[in-house]
């Protein structure tokens, strides 16, 4: 019975010892326990508010769509790393260590995808800024071609021809761009040689009527036609009309066909190099 007693009080102290001890641990940490399931708890709550709010004005600075959510995915877990970090540092945690090995492992992964992070931060400058989109006709990076869709690393281009060119966006959005469909007019420049022997009013007339008379050709500005250059062989006239976007390449074609027919009617000849020898008899 005796025993008995003993293991009973024995037992008690070692439970009085432990809630003692945990007593004292709570004393120590439960602040800063407290305190670091507050802080997260709130900071997720901050964290959600402030993604929502960068995903709207996103949305209303009519931001491609494709980017929003890798805008807002990055920025969600760059803030959730920072409170993760902090929280670890509020508890007593030493982070030190922590960070440096992150700060590590993120530079040599950086510079291990360097040219795709810049790729990538290209096509984000590319979908904000929009010096083209998708359906315009640019020429940049020795390819000239329709945008068939601006990817996150590349731009994707479709040639007349019908050959797809991938170009990373990095040089795209560091380089010139030619964009041929942003204005919603163009102006197209013809040049037509006549003869030396042939009325130079005459084929100016003729050039003026067909500008006149072709609805694809824009009153304001009006056409301009003039006297180029007095070539070698030929006098050559400079043919300045302006037009939609969309039909400047059927004129350009159209008026090489239409131009020679009209030509041979109005009998305006159009010249050839050509080289005048002269002999002389040698004397006997």
């Given at each position: 019975?005796?025993?008995?007693?003993?293991?009973?009080?024995?037992?008690?102290?070692?439970?009085?010892?432990?809630?003692?001890?945990?007593?004292?641990?709570?004393?120590?940490?439960?602040?800063?326990?407290?305190?670091?399931?507050?802080?997260?708890?709130?900071?997720?709550?901050?964290?959600?508010?402030?993604?929502?709010?960068?995903?709207r004005l996103?949305?209303?600075?009519?931001?491609?769509?494709?980017?929003?959510?890798?805008?807002?995915?990055?920025?969600?877990?760059?803030?959730?790393?920072?409170?993760?970090?902090?929280?670890?540092?509020?508890?007593?945690?030493?982070?030190?260590?922590?960070?440096?090995?992150?700060?590590?492992?993120?530079?040599?992964?950086?510079?291990?995808?360097?040219?795709?992070?810049?790729?990538?931060?290209?096509?984000?400058?590319?979908?904000?800024?929009?010096?083209?989109?998708?359906?315009?006709?640019?020429?940049?990076?020795?390819?000239?071609?329709?945008?068939?869709?601006?990817?996150?690393?590349?731009?994707?281009?479709?040639?007349?021809?019908?050959?797809?060119?991938?170009?990373?966006?990095?040089?795209?959005?560091?380089?010139?761009?030619?964009?041929?469909?942003?204005?919603?007019?163009?102006?197209?420049?013809?040049?037509?040689?006549?003869?030396?022997?042939?009325?130079?009013?005459?084929?100016?007339?003729?050039?003026?009527?067909?500008?006149?008379?072709d609805s694809?050709?824009?009153?304001?500005?009006?056409?301009?036609?003039?006297?180029?250059?007095?070539?070698?062989?030929?006098?050559?006239?400079?043919?300045?009309?302006?037009?939609k976007k969309?039909?400047?390449?059927?004129?350009?074609?159209?008026?090489?066909?239409?131009?020679?027919?009209?030509?041979?009617?109005?009998?305006?000849?159009?010249?050839?190099?050509?080289?005048?020898?002269?002999?002389?008899?040698?004397?006997?």
């Amino acid at each position: 019975m005796e025993t008995a007693t003993e293991t009973a009080i024995e037992t008690v102290d070692k439970a009085q010892v432990w809630i003692q001890k945990l007593i004292d641990l709570l004393s120590v940490w439960g602040p800063k326990l407290l305190l670091a399931i507050v802080l997260l708890v709130v900071g997720l709550i901050i964290i959600n508010r402030i993604v929502r709010l960068m995903r709207r004005l996103l949305k209303n600075r009519s931001v491609e769509p494709t980017l929003i959510p890798f805008l807002t995915g990055m920025v969600n877990i760059l803030l959730k790393a920072m409170l993760i970090i902090s929280v670890i540092d509020i508890v007593g945690i030493k982070t030190t260590s922590f960070v440096a090995i992150l700060g590590a492992d993120g530079l040599a992964v950086g510079l291990a995808l360097q040219g795709s992070l810049g790729n990538f931060a290209g096509g984000v400058l590319i979908i904000i800024f929009k010096p083209y989109k998708v359906g315009d006709y640019i020429e940049a990076q020795g390819a000239a071609g329709t945008v068939k869709s601006i990817q996150i690393f590349n731009t994707i281009l479709t040639t007349y021809d019908k050959v797809l060119k991938i170009i990373p966006n990095g040089p795209m959005s560091s380089g010139t761009i030619t964009n041929y469909s942003e204005q919603l007019t163009k102006r197209l420049e013809l040049v037509y040689g006549i003869s030396y022997n042939d009325d130079l009013q005459k084929a100016k007339n003729v050039l003026t009527e067909m500008a006149e008379a072709d609805s694809r050709v824009l009153k304001e500005p009006a056409p301009f036609i003039a006297v180029k250059e007095l070539a070698d062989s030929s006098v050559n006239l400079l043919v300045r009309i302006w037009c939609k976007k969309e039909d400047y390449w059927n004129i350009n074609f159209d008026w090489q066909n239409d131009v020679k027919l009209r030509f041979d009617k109005e009998g305006l000849t159009f010249p050839f190099p050509q080289r005048e020898v002269t002999t002389f008899a040698g004397q006997s």
